[in-house]
């Protein structure tokens, strides 16, 4: 009998779902205008350790952001502690996230990554957004990553399709970022050897 790959394989304490390995991914802006930045009841989820990054870099952030972004910041701080029973960031009149800016078109991009883009901070962007859409979930012994499917990002699924890029290869960046560049590879060995089982 043909031994079959487990939906989670394991990287050190990290579980990953397969489907990171399976399913196609790549943003497009041009069709879904950042909808993830708007859409949902939460801001974007935080790290602990990112909580101090904005509190310390929110005034280089600041000139990038628009005057409701900015409110919003003001009124509830950089940062808060939601419904989830997490840290998370602000949102404008309960839609977009508060480091949201738009484009004349409509596009919404996060300000902190302009800021970032132009040299003004370190902080590129909450890790969350960026290793999108994956999401991290913690346990007590584990991280486990999820690929989190939203009707919102079904362009990026047709995108990633025509491209042929699976999500795991979408966010390298963000992935070596969280998880350091020998993670990454070993995260590839274990992809290739996964798809190789399957198209046997």
């Given amino acids: 009998m043909r031994k079959k790959f487990a939906s989670l394989v394991q990287i050190g ?5 397969t489907e990171i390995f399976e399913e196609a991914f790549v943003c497009d ?10 859409e949902g009841d939460l801001g974007a989820p935080l790290e602990k350790q990112e909580l101090a990054i904005l509190v310390e870099e929110y005034e280089n952030v600041k000139p990038y952001l628009n005057d409701k972004g900015k409110a919003a910041i003001e009124e509830q701080g950089r940062y808060v502690y939601d419904f989830a029973g997490e840290y998370s960031t602000p949102l404008v ?4 996230c ?6 004349e078109n409509g596009t919404a991009y996060c300000g902190i990554e ?8 370190h902080f590129k962007k909450p890790v969350s957004c960026h290793l999108y859409p994956i999401r991290v979930t913690q346990t ?3 991280e486990a990553l999820n690929y989190d499917r939203w009707n919102i990002c079904k362009p990026a699924c047709s995108n990633g399709a025509s491209l042929n890029v699976k999500i795991y290869e979408f966010l390298k960046e963000p ?9 990454y590879e070993e995260l590839c060995g274990l992809a290739e ?3 190789g089982q399957k198209d046997l």
């Fill in 193 to 195: 050897a996964y798809l």
């Fill in 140 to 142: 007590k012994n584990y």
């Fill in 29 to 38: 802006l041009i069709k879904c205008k950042g909808a993830c930045c708007v």
């Fill in 114 to 121: 302009k800021a970032f883009r132009e040299g003004k901070t």
């Fill in 98 to 103: 508060a480091y949201t800016i738009f484009s």
């Fill in 175 to 183: 992935l070596i970022r969280k998880y350091g560049e020998e993670f």
């Fill in 13 to 17: 304490d990290v579980l990953i779902s």
């Fill in 93 to 96: 009149d309960g839609k977009e």
